[in-house]
């Protein structure tokens, strides 16, 4: 089983390029969400998705994009990458039923 | 917004000792989940508690959720090498369907 799959796992960007993180999940989950994690503050919710068509903000949501338009794939679009991007961004998703999170490997990623 | 926050925020024991970590939330959750992350790994769901009061085991792990249903504590009895890792709890609120994650604790063994 697959579960929820991220690419890239490692990435370097110069600032102000533009870069999508894939997050694919094969579960039929309805809900899919976006974290990133830096050191001392957990993972904080950068946007999330309750179906195919539906996205909405997090805690923090600037300087990212999403779609939804199906539900298997979760893009995170970063349009103009900041040093301030650099951190491990986590794909996550969930059924609507439990609540339990599935979470992706990750993607480090940093922004020189 | 609501916020969860968990303390301590690092926690270093011998081999063998206890440890515990408290959760703290400003709103009243639905639900309390907690998460376990190795070091250079992603979180993995533990267990999930739902009812006012309720107690939970898992082996060596026990889990409680407060009676007013905004606080929660993990207690580890004994600990071994392989419990290192950073605990994260998380909740919605009601008739929320954003997870907020508290800040973690992180726990290092001195074998």
């Known amino acids: 089983n697959a579960g929820v799959t991220q690419t890239p796992k490692f990435q370097v960007l110069k600032t102000g390029q533009s870069m999508t993180l894939q997050c694919a999940q094969d579960?039929?989950?309805?809900?899919m969400s976006w974290y990133r994690q830096d050191p001392g503050m957990g993972l904080r919710l950068i946007h999330y998705?309750?179906?195919?068509?539906?996205?909405d903000q997090g805690e923090v949501p600037n300087g990212y994009n999403v779609s939804r338009s199906t539900t298997e794939d979760f893009p995170l679009r970063l349009l103009s990458a900041a040093p301030s991007q650099t951190s491990v961004y986590f794909c996550?998703?969930?059924?609507?039923?439990?609540?339990?999170?599935?979470f992706g490997e990750g993607s480090w990623l940093t922004v020189v | 917004g609501q916020q969860v926050m968990q303390i301590p925020q690092y926690q270093h024991v011998q081999e063998g000792e206890d440890f515990t970590t408290y959760c703290n939330s400003s709103?009243?959750?639905?639900?309390i989940q907690w998460y376990k992350q190795r070091p250079g790994g992603h979180p993995v769901f533990l267990i999930q508690?739902?009812?006012?009061?309720e107690v939970k085991k898992q082996k060596r792990l026990t889990f409680q959720f407060g009676e007013a249903k905004k606080n929660s504590s993990l207690h580890i009895t004994a600990t071994q090498t392989t419990d290192v890792g950073t605990y994260f709890c998380?909740?919605?609120?009601?008739?929320?369907?954003?997870?907020?994650f508290g800040t973690g604790t992180r726990l290092t063994i001195i074998p």
């Open positions: 709103t009243t959750l639905s639900n």
């Open positions: 996550a998703s969930r059924s609507g039923v439990r609540n339990t999170i599935y």
């Open positions: 998705s309750v179906g195919a068509g539906i996205t």
């Open positions: 998380a909740g919605p609120g009601f008739g929320n369907e954003k997870l907020t």
């Open positions: 508690l739902v009812k006012s009061g």
């Open positions: 579960m039929n989950h309805e809900y």
